[in-house]
């Protein structure tokens, strides 16, 4: 039974570190983002965020919603591997915005041995992760008197429970914290993410990702804008993300965008990668977004989302 979890244990971080460029830190998949929008733009989106995936990528995001949306994302991965998010939240009048956000990272089948290398019973390591949210828009503030013109900021939280399976489980409790800021067309952000305990497989404890991201984006016009993300990571390099799209609308009811991106996460994966690319289409309030994102000799991986805006 030790043999199966230590095998296990080596399996998973060795795939920690091809994914997501050597993480000394548990839980590297509270990294992978959320929606595929967000991916195609190389996952460059803390200051654009404004419907329920914002729980990811700023949750001070979801301040901006009028109204309900939800999301789910599933991505396919090499082998047996998927990843897949769920989100939705609500916008109440003077109170809030509140929000709930499921993730999931299955690493496939595990054959299992004893410690004479007979095989056992299968089983399926996976690490999950459950957050509630709450956002809310301050004050604004005045920038230029005479002309009447205002920064809108906005403050969000998130606490989360993760868990991660493989024979036994461990788990842990964070907090991300996160502030928004815009003003024309321009917006900024700001997120301290994965700040909590440490988990504790076997003998070995391990801490989270602690993260500090920050991003500003640009609506260059009602079609184009572009985006760019810097993280901090405290378990490995410091990385950059850019991204941009463009959006064509035929109708009321219809519209596509096409998108891409660039991130250096994954540089020191041989072969093509860190560049992503994507479209969406929306039809009568239903969105749907597919990427591309290449992971070098490791494989491609597809990333799939469904969203729509709502009211209680």
């Not at 509140?98 to 496939?108: C, D, N, R, V």
């Not at 709450?134 to 809108?152: D, G």
Request: proline share 2%.
């Amino acid at each position: 039974m030790k043999l199966t979890i230590i095998i296990a244990l080596l399996l998973v971080t060795f795939v920690h570190e091809l994914a997501f460029s050597a993480g000394t830190a548990t839980a590297q998949f509270l990294k992978m983002g959320a929606d595929a929008k967000a991916a195609s733009l190389g996952g460059a989106y803390c200051a654009m965020a404004n419907d329920s995936t914002a729980i990811y990528w700023n949750p001070a995001g979801i301040s901006a919603m009028s109204y309900g949306h939800f999301a789910f994302s599933h991505a396919i991965w090499f082998g047996d591997m998927s990843y897949d998010w769920f989100s939705l939240a609500h916008s109440f009048d003077g109170i809030g915005s509140f929000g709930f956000a499921a993730q999931y990272f299955s690493y496939g089948q595990i054959i299992g041995m004893d410690e004479f290398g007979n095989k056992t019973s299968n089983f399926f390591p996976s690490d999950t992760a459950l957050t509630i949210s709450y956002a809310r828009e301050m004050e604004s503030i005045c920038v230029e008197e005479e002309l009447f013109e205002f920064a809108k900021i906005s403050l969000g939280a998130n606490l989360k429970y993760i868990t991660s399976t493989i024979k036994h489980t461990a788990d842990a409790f964070a907090t991300d914290i996160g502030a928004k800021v815009e003003y024309e067309n321009i917006s900024a952000g700001l997120v301290l993410q994965d700040v909590g305990t440490s988990m504790k497989f076997l003998s070995e404890e391990s801490q989270l990702p602690l993260n500090i991201k920050t991003g500003i984006a640009y609506k260059i016009d009602q079609e184009w804008f572009l985006v760019s993300d810097v993280n901090i990571p405290f378990d490995s390099d410091p990385n950059l993300a850019v991204g941009g799209q463009y959006s064509y609308s035929f109708d009321d009811l219809l519209s596509i965008a096409c998108r891409a991106g660039l991130n250096t996460t994954t540089k020191d994966v041989s072969g093509i990668s860190g560049i992503s690319v994507g479209f969406g289409i929306t039809y009568d309030g239903f969105t749907f977004d597919y990427t591309f994102l290449p992971m070098g000799d490791l494989g491609d991986t597809h990333r799939l989302s469904i969203s729509s805006n709502f009211m209680f």
